[in-house]
Nanobody
Framework: QVQLVESGGETVQAGGSLRLSCAASGSISQGTMGWYRQAPGKQRELVASITRGGSTNYADSVKGRFTISRDNAKNTAALRMNSLKPDDTAVYYC?????????????WGQGTQVTVSS
């Protein structure tokens, strides 16, 4: 069982930057880490992910603006968000996925609110 705790969400003006952090209670070295977001009235969507090997994937809407990273030694992941837009307003969730013999173990954080004002 891995617990994830996000931090760093706040209200910023359009064009600003934020850095979200995700702290895991256990080792993340074998897992894929991801950041998802959910805006009011919308489905949760993948923002960015990073595999245990360091390969990254980004939603088209954030490419070139957001950067995902991980620190396996500290069991943390981060999302650097630049050039923020009002459309980036959402609750952001940290996600960890581990492949096991029996299938996928998936863990979620409680979320952190990001609000971008115009």
């Amino acid at each position: 069982q891995v617990q994830l705790v996000e931090s760093g969400g706040e209200t910023v003006q359009a064009g600003g930057s934020l850095r979200l952090s995700c702290a895991a209670s256990g080792s993340i070295s074998q897992g894929t880490m991801g950041w998802y977001r959910q805006a009011p009235g919308k489905q949760r969507e993948l923002v960015a992910s990073i595999t245990r090997g360091g390969s990254t994937n980004y939603a088209d809407s954030v490419k070139g603006r957001f950067t995902i990273s991980r620190d396996n030694a500290k069991n943390t992941a981060a999302l650097r968000m630049n050039s923020l837009k009002p459309d980036d307003t959402a609750v952001y969730y940290c996600n960890a996925e581990f492949s096991t013999f029996f299938g996928q173990n998936v863990y979620w954080g409680q979320g952190t609110q990001v609000t971008v004002s115009s």
